[in-house]
């Protein structure tokens, strides 16, 4: 009796959360049917007309199409690559240092981009990057002439994964440096009493101690593939620069919420999230299956 | 040999620190910066004479940020938007996170209601639905629509979950035996002995409110509804796209040169303000945030 109560009042806390997990992602999910329609703002969706497989034609039939994939793809596997390589580097560095005040200041500071968002971001930088900014000055006493970054295909999409990589490479090399904190002292001394050097330790004990940590994330970040970070692209982007830096999801916005055209908008969205979906399972089973991750 | 290992040692020492000491530097240049130009001169910000120290300094700026009503409307939609958003946050996590914490012989649906979980996570019906769901609510342009959609933090949820579940056993059996009920046992034992984690992932959620831009972009119709990530994401950051392809190079050189680049980064220190404020007790927190996340039974 007193159990079968406990048990009511359990559901009872799941119930508002529960609620508002229906209302505001169960019901969107009924929404994909709009991928399928003529859809035509201001007409009840169960009023609309079917389209079967038309928006999803014309979409491969765009031109669009295949650059924002491209754009995506090429913008979030350069994200992922120095995603890992930088805050890796910039963890054993730091693991080098035995000065407490220096480590702690430098930690302050690398870990702070991360938590600013892309708007102020890109405000900075727009006023650091313009033809008349500290950059091109800086240039200039190279006798460069001023290059208008945000305005340059050459460009963006090397500012783009420049900046993201400036932003977070302190954060993430968190869990780098707690597993450099991890490896176990003894290994070090059993080294050098064999007469291993710097490097050799390097080698031999801290890079082994790191690369099962390097290889689980590398792994999860497989399923981020097709996001190339919507926030910062938005905020930095222009028409100037879209055939090299317009994505999937500034894509889907301004066809959709700009332009009106919900269906083509939906479906272009869906078939990421399908895409998403089956690369993110898969990346979960490698990680299960090489590093025995579970989320839950 | 052994002079030469040391004198080797050392430099390489010298250059770790130099190397860290750049590090140091480029991280903390563009905020630096940014706060030099916005103690600047209109006229020397805009002739591109700032470096590392404001150049005739002065606070006109900050004095017309002062008279700004529209700024201090928006600042004021995101304090109150933190305040809303984060409470819910908080009290939504702790709620589903303690029954969920319970084994299966305990809570026979615990399963059903984790895998719904992970659906949720995994899939979305995109942008277009959700704002239509939210349109047909009739929230668009109430505080609602930026706090209810991402009301419940899922994986904040599985976070306080995994915690609780890493608790001794003991704490929840004496409970039982007390006869104390469910949410009586939630608030007086489990919330008090957790107090560092939920203050982790209470701080991140209120970052994340502070720092969303799009759905305030998207959701709210009138500029004086906007938090104010929106309204500086529209005022200071964004170029009009027709105005854009419409002008010549020069032109738009003009276009750039007459932007008030002082006004402008006061804005944003400003609103960076909040979080520098809250940065101590983040810095404080979110290594054991991380921690806690990999911590499973």
């Known amino acids: ?296 | 040999m052994v002079q030469s290992k040391t004198w080797l040692s050392r430099s390489t020492d010298i250059g770790i620190y130099l190397f860290l000491t750049l590090v140091f530097c480029i991280s903390l240049f563009p905020l630096w910066y940014t706060v030099a130009l916005s103690f600047s001169d209109k006229s020397a910000a805009n002739a591109g004479i700032v470096s590392l120290w404001p150049v005739g300094f002065n606070l006109s700026s900050y004095r017309i940020i002062l008279e700004d009503h529209k700024f201090f409307s928006a600042f004021f939609v995101s304090v109150k938007r933190v305040v809303i958003g984060g409470a819910i946050n908080l009290i939504l996590t702790v709620l589903m996170a303690y029954p969920l914490a319970r084994d299966r012989s305990m809570f026979p649906g615990r399963n059903m209601y984790m895998w719904f979980l992970v659906f949720c996570m995994l899939f979305s019906g995109g942008l277009i639905p959700l704002y239509m769901t939210i349109a047909e609510l009739h929230m668009l342009d109430s505080i609602w629509a930026l706090v209810l959609p991402g009301a419940v933090p899922i994986f904040n949820v599985i976070l306080i979950m995994n915690f609780f579940r890493n608790l001794p056993k003991e704490l929840e059996e004496a409970a039982i035996v007390d006869g104390s009920g469910p949410l009586h046992t939630l608030v007086r034992i489990f919330i008090p002995v957790s107090l560092p984690a939920l203050a982790t992932v209470t701080l991140f959620s209120i970052v994340g409110h502070w720092n969303a831009f799009f759905d305030g972009l998207i959701y709210m119709n009138k500029p004086d509804n906007y938090p104010l990530q929106t309204y500086i994401q529209q005022l200071v950051v964004r170029i009009d796209p027709e105005l854009l392809s419409s002008l010549t190079t020069d032109q738009l050189i003009q276009l750039l040169k007459a932007s008030d680049k002082t006004l402008n980064s006061a804005k944003l220190v400003v609103a960076m303000i909040p979080l520098l404020l809250i940065y101590p007790f983040l810095q404080k927190y979110f290594i054991h945030g991380i921690v806690l996340g990999s911590v499973k039974e």
């Open chain 1, 1 to 296: 009796m007193r159990s079968s109560k406990r048990i009511i009042s359990y559901h009872l806390m799941l119930l508002p959360g529960m609620l508002i997990l229906i209302l505001f992602s169960i019901i969107p999910m009924f929404g994909v049917v709009i991928a399928f329609q003529d859809f035509i703002p201001g007409i009840p969706i169960f009023k609309q007309s079917w389209a079967g497989l038309d928006n999803f034609t014309f979409m491969f039939q765009l031109p669009d199409s295949r650059r924002i994939f491209l754009n995506t793809i090429i913008i979030a596997s350069m994200k992922m690559i120095a995603g890992i390589i930088v805050p890796v580097t910039f963890a054993l560095f730091l693991n080098e240092v035995r000065t407490r005040w220096f480590k702690r200041w430098v930690q302050t500071v690398v870990y702070l981009p991360h938590f600013i968002s892309w708007v102020i971001l890109s405000g900075i930088m727009v006023s650091m990057l313009s033809l008349d900014g500290i950059m091109n000055r800086m240039l200039s006493l190279f006798g460069v002439e001023p290059i208008m970054f945000l305005a340059s295909n050459t460009w963006f999409r090397y500012i783009i994964v420049g900046s993201d990589i400036w932003k977070e490479f302190g954060f993430s090399a968190i869990v780098y440096l707690a597993a450099l904190a991890g490896i176990n002292p003894s290994l070090y001394e059993a080294a050098a009493i064999d007469g291993a050097g710097r490097y050799r330790q390097l080698r031999h004990v801290t890079l082994p101690g790191i690369i099962s940590t390097v290889i689980l994330l590398s792994t999860l970040s497989l399923g981020n593939i097709l996001n190339a970070g919507f926030d910062q692209v938005f905020n930095l982007y222009n028409p100037l620069v879209y055939s090299t830096g317009d994505i999937i999801d500034t894509y889907v916005y301004r066809i959709g919420l700009v332009d009106g055209q919900y269906g083509l908008a939906t479906a272009v969205g869906l078939l990421k999230s399908v895409i998403a979906i089956i690369l993110i399972a898969l990346s979960y089973k490698l990680a299960a299956k090489f590093a025995n991750y579970r989320i839950f």
